[in-house]
C-alpha cells in the first residue's frame, strides 16, 4: 500500500528553527513535493526532491534519503506567517501524487 | 501570470440543484486536476486532464462531472450532491505530467450542499 506519515501538530517559537519529518512508503517513487497551506487557502508549492540530499531556498531547506524513505522541511528563522500545514506529496511509479495528512505548525511568539 | 482562478469562492446549494465549478489559467500548462479536500485532510484526486483529454478518473461518482472545453479551462459540473459532499474543492495544473513539475493551485471553491 502507499502510506506517507509526518506528524500531526508541531509548535515553535518564532525567530527558531525547525524541523518537520516525513516518511514514505509507496509504489516507485519519482520525486517528493513539500506545500505549504495557510488555513482556507490552496495549497503553495515550497520544494521538490528527487535526488538524495539537501535543496536550501532561502529560509527552508529540504532532505531527501531515497533509502531511507525519508525526507525533512527545515524552516529557519521563524516568522509569526509560517504558521501553516505542511503537507509531504510524493509521485508514486504511476506518477500520481500521493499526500500526507499534512503537519499543522503553530507558531508562538 | 503564474495564477490559476476558480469561480466561485462560494457556493451553497441543494441536493437537487445543478451547478457548475469553473477553473482557468492561462500559464500554457497541459495538465489540469480536480481535488477535493475536507477540514484537516490533504487533498483527494478526482480528475486529471492531460492535453484535453481525460488522463485519470479516481473512481469518483457519477454526479461530478468533469469536462476540458480547451487547454486553459476545467469544469466541474454538479448534480444530485449529498450533504458529504460538502468541501473545498481545489483545481490545479502543472506543465505537464512528468514527476519533476509542481502543481499551482486556485483559491478553491468552498462548497456547502444543504
Known amino acids: 500500500g502507499q502510506n506517507i506519515d509526518q506528524p500531526t501538530e508541531m509548535t515553535a517559537t518564532e525567530g527558531a528553527i525547525v524541523q518537520i519529518n516525513c516518511t514514505y512508503q509507496t509504489s516507485g517513487f519519482n520525486g517528493l513535493f513539500w506545500y505549504q497551506q495557510h488555513a482556507g487557502e490552496a495549497p503553495t508549492f515550497l520544494s521538490y526532491n528527487v535526488l538524495d540530499g539537501l535543496e536550501e531556498k532561502g529560509r527552508f531547506s529540504s532532505f531527501l534519503s531515497r533509502s531511507k524513505g525519508y525526507s525533512y522541511l527545515l524552516l529557519k528563522e521563524l516568522q509569526m506567517k509560517d504558521s501553516a500545514s505542511y503537507l509531504c506529496a510524493v509521485t508514486d511509479s504511476n506518477y500520481q501524487l500521493i499526500w500526507g495528512a499534512g503537519t499543522k505548525l503553530i507558531i508562538k511568539p | 501570470d503564474t495564477e490559476v482562478t476558480q469561480t466561485p469562492k462560494h457556493l451553497v446549494m441543494g441536493m437537487t440543484n445543478k451547478k457548475s465549478l469553473k477553473c482557468e489559467q492561462h500559464m500554457g500548462h497541459r495538465a489540469m486536476y480536480w481535488y477535493k479536500q475536507k477540514a484537516k485532510k490533504p487533498p483527494e484526486l478526482m480528475f486529471v486532464y492531460s492535453y484535453e483529454k481525460l488522463s485519470i478518473n479516481e473512481s469518483v461518482p457519477s454526479r461530478f462531472s468533469p469536462e476540458c472545453p480547451n487547454s486553459s479551462l476545467l469544469n466541474l459540473h454538479l448534480h444530485a450532491l449529498q450533504p458529504e459532499d460538502s468541501a473545498l474543492y481545489l483545481c490545479?495544473?502543472?506543465?505537464?505530467?512528468?514527476?519533476?513539475?509542481?502543481?499551482?493551485f486556485g483559491p478553491g471553491t468552498r462548497l456547502t450542499v444543504t
Open positions: 490545479a495544473s502543472s506543465q505537464g505530467l512528468a514527476e519533476s513539475y509542481e502543481q499551482y
